[in-house]
Every structure is written in C-alpha cells, then in structure tokens.
C-alpha cells in the first residue's frame, strides 16, 4: 500500500488508478468491482480493521465489499440515499439504467449485505468527517479531515479522463450520474474546502486545490 498522508493509505489496483480504496485509519473505504476481493485481502493482510464504509453504491465501488465483510468481519457502512441499493446489489447498484451500465452490470456489481451503519453529515469515519455529497449517486458521500486538509471525494470529481484513462480532473459522465446538477453543487462544496490533498475514486491523487476549483468553473460555465 502507498502511504498517502497520516493513516491514509491507496491500496494497489490493476490498472493503476482505475477503482482505488483507501485505508483510513482502520476503515476500508470502497472496495471496487467483484473481482477486487482476493487483491483487497492480499493488501490489508495483518492489519486489524474495524469497518468497511462505502462512498457511494456503484458497482465499481460495492463489488467486493460483501465478500470482504464476511472474509474479515466487518459492519458495513453506507450512506443513507444509498442504502436500499448496498444491501440490494446486483442490477440495483446500476443508475442511471443506460447502455453503460448495462454492459457494466454483467461484470462488475457484488452481491448486497445488511448495512450496519447509516453514515449521515458530520459524523466520524477513521478520523475524517463526513460530507454528504449526492448527485453522482443518492447517498454519495465524501470524508474530509480538517486537521491537515485532507479530502477523499469519491466520485465527485474524476481523477482522470473516464475514456481516455489520462490524468486529469473531470466531472463524473452524466452518463453515470443520476442528478449532475446536484453534483455539480457537490463539486463546488469539495473545491471550495481547498484540499491539501485530493483523493479520487477514479485516478491518481492532486495536491493543488486550485485544479479542483478550475474544474467547477469549467462545468458551470458549460452548464449555463
């Protein structure tokens, strides 16, 4: 695993980059598609958790979280809007219903498990706060760290191009994106926080907080 900042740390994917999830503190945050399970247990073996949280219900965010749940013992937390979806699985983590998400449908989503706790605004996840955060899905959310202006923003913002696969910021495809008008309020939220360190669902991480506010301005401005 890479140590990214404090008791935060990337854990390995294959491609680099492309479904990251973090151990915060003893939280594992996401747990990309089904087929991450046996690399997510490889990457945390020896270390004591205590809960596996979600930023949101996608298929590339809930893949493995089930199989990880019952393989370490772990509650599984999951924001409200998202709820009936985590516990759901399957086809009801694919919005919006599109030829995207159909195609992903087949590959990519995990079965559902009870969720354990309900994550609302404001309340501690491995020492970072949570922000509700919806328009990507209903129950995105974010975790934010005050102390040392440390941000992971889910899928907000992309970390790099959802085609192309460079580096780069990006909104989320309104093509995954239930509700992009009101991403695009969660988008102005994250940058106007100015985060040392910006940790995305989908990319390599950014430490300049202006790259985040860039991105909201060229968004609104191609929304008006």
Known sequence: MEELASDLHLLPSRPAFAFNCYLAGPVLIDAGTRWAARRILR?????????????????????SSAAVCAALGLPYWVGEGDLAAAEAGGAAVMTPRNAFTFVQGMFWPGPGRPVDRVLREGEDVGGFTV????????????????????????????????LSGRPGVHPPPDAFTPDPGANRLAMRRLA?????????????????PGVLAACVERCEAQAR
């Open 131 to 162: 922000l509700e955060t919806p328009g990507h899905a209903p129950g995105h959310v974010s975790l934010w760290r005050e102390r040392d202006r440390v941000l992971i923003a889910g899928d907000v913002f992309f970390g790099r191009h959802p």
């Open 192 to 208: 106007e926080l100015r985060p040392a360190l910006c940790c995305f669902g989908h990319g390599p991480p950014v430490r300049d």
């Open 43 to 63: 990457s945390l073996a020896g270390r004591t958790l205590s809960a596996h949280a979600i930023t949101h219900a996608h298929c590339d965010h809930q893949g």
